[in-house]
């Protein structure tokens, strides 16, 4: 994977959120403690430069509230399946280690996809490159139970390039997702000597 290049700028978002960070640390809303607290800020971000991330810069705030709530029921409902699963020892789950292709090939967005895949119970990321993950899922007892694992991984990207995504990221959601397309339906055999 290649290295991002590194920013040499300071970010106003940045800026302001470590100067709040400051603030808080010595508890005064002063105004010697904000001048002091943006210039510790644009010190941090000159001397400990981050990389360039392009999908900060189309963050959207609807995006990642949709993010954060669908996640947060993800939790609820995934907590309450794998308890049940676990509850009935009589019959036992198959666990599998599945490979999920992505629609991006950033690895911003497959690294977060990853992180909340492996966050919501009953998977865990084992592996991640930019366009793929490897789960490790709980439930993996029939086909239908792993193209399910896999489906959610990919509602999980959709999810995230929605609150991330540059807009050439958000185009591929147009698109099906890999890993989905479906084979062309056989032509029928023909019936009469007319249709040979």
Sequence with gaps: ???????????????????????????????????????????????????????????????????????????????????????????????AIIRVPLRSQSPFITVITAELASLVPGSVAVDADAGWVLLHVFDASTPAAIEHARAKVRSTEATVLRAFGTAEDRALLRLPAPGTEQAPAPRPAPDTEEER
């Design 1 to 95: 994977m290649k290295r991002p290049a590194l920013r040499y700028r300071a970010s106003i978002v940045a800026t302001v959120g470590l100067a709040i960070v400051w603030m808080m640390l010595w508890g005064e809303l002063t105004l010697g403690a904000a001048v002091f607290g943006v210039l510790v800020a644009l010190l941090i971000q000159i001397v400990f430069p981050l990389p360039d991330v392009p999908e900060l810069e189309s963050f959207r705030p609807i995006g990642f509230a949709r993010l954060v709530l669908v996640t947060l029921g993800g939790l609820v409902v995934s907590s309450f399946q794998v308890a049940a699963k676990v509850l009935a020892f009589w019959r036992p789950t198959r666990n």
